[in-house]
């Protein structure tokens, strides 16, 4: 996992180059710095102070924002204080969607996004965010890191002006639920709630339930109320959410393998001094595992709690979801041709 990161996070890095004694083109000007009886120089000059902003959907007592302190932390620190990062969660400055696009046209410095929302504009990435695309987060890296599908897909995100500097593990979606769920059977007819994606809604569709798309906010009051029977998200979500006060039974499908690209766009990035460019893709770095290590840590951890409030938890067998869900694969090589199914299994262990 790290060595993945950090190969990500050196690529980045491997798309400038570094100039020497702080990036000052020219040297010193004739006679300007000489004195008698020696040749000294002055020291380079101090970098040009830039403020980034990063938006993103989760809120201020996520892990995610956790992460984007470490990333504010080490940018600073490994910028010499030339770089200072604000944060704005809870959507503060849009939707993902929105905040997506300006990134791209340089109107907002950072985001976080999934490599599957980024099908909206690249729609052959769709399937990054399919159900059971992935054995988990490990594989996910190597099919984008390992395999020349994978590394061209950086190549044209950045030509549409997001700049990967590193990704990271954002959990895995299980689905909670007001009746125990045993095997797919048990999903028939229930109403569940999942937001308005097509991947989401897809994994309802073939695993037999009603799919519900409603606002995130609305979501704890609608379980509560029996007005949706679930709803399907990382632990970590369902525990910032409380959902375990309001549903009985956690049913770990693992469907959705979660991930959460670090983007600065390319605008922004072309701007900033080569040490400022390399301070930032290392802070990110560094961000980025210790944002995987949380999830995975908070997920052996949270089975246990969600337990200990009355939860009950249930392995249902994947199999049978994976292959209800094998017409979307189909569907998609139809549209998009064999290439990223191919890299795929190139990638699995």
């Given at each position: 996992m790290k060595k993945m990161i950090t190969a990500l996070a050196l690529a980045a890095i491997g798309t400038f180059a570094l100039t020497g004694c702080g990036g000052s083109p020219g040297g010193n000007p004739a006679g300007g710095n000489s004195t008698t009886g020696g040749n000294t120089s002055s020291?380079?000059?101090a970098e040009k102070s830039v403020t980034l902003k990063i938006g993103f959907q989760a809120n201020s007592s996520s892990n995610e924002y956790k992460a984007a302190e470490l990333l504010a932390e080490k940018a600073?620190?490994?910028?010499?204080?030339?770089i200072t990062i604000e944060i704005y969660p809870g959507g503060q400055l849009g939707d993902d969607?929105?905040?997506?696009?300006q990134v791209a046209a340089?109107?907002?410095d950072?985001?976080?996004a999934e490599t599957g929302r980024l099908g909206l504009w690249e729609p052959e990435l769709e399937i990054f965010g399919y159900p059971f695309a992935f054995d988990d987060f490990d594989h996910m890296m190597r099919t984008l890191t390992e395999t020349e599908y994978g590394k061209s897909i950086y190549e044209k995100l950045e030509a549409r002006g997001w700049k990967i500097l590193a990704n990271a593990y954002n959990g895995t979606r299980q689905t909670t639920s007001n009746k125990e769920i045993q095997s797919i059977d048990d999903m028939k007819g229930m109403k569940l709630r999942v937001p308005n994606a097509d991947a989401n809604l897809a994994f309802a569709k073939y695993s037999g339930a009603a799919a519900t798309p409603m606002p995130f906010a609305e979501v704890y009051l609608a379980l509560k109320t029996n007005a949706v029977d679930g709803q399907e998200n990382p632990l970590s979500t369902i525990d910032a959410q409380k959902f375990y006060e309001v549903q009985g039974f956690c049913a770990?499908?693992?469907?959705i393998i979660n991930d959460n690209n670090y983007i600065i766009s390319k605008i922004v990035f072309d701007k900033l001094s080569a040490a400022q460019q390399e301070a930032i893709t290392k802070a990110a770095a560094e961000a980025a595992e210790f944002h995987t290590k949380t999830f995975m840590d908070d997920e052996a951890a949270l089975i246990e709690k969600f337990e200990q409030n009355g939860m009950t938890i249930t392995t249902p067998d994947k199999a049978q979801f994976r292959e209800a869900c094998a017409p979307m694969y189909d569907e998609y090589v139809s549209k998009y041709g064999d290439a990223a199914v191919k890299a795929i299994e190139e990638a699995r262990g």
């Open positions: 020291p380079p000059p600073k620190e490994y910028s010499n204080g030339s969607r929105a905040m997506i696009d340089g109107a907002l950072m985001v976080y770990l499908t693992g469907h």
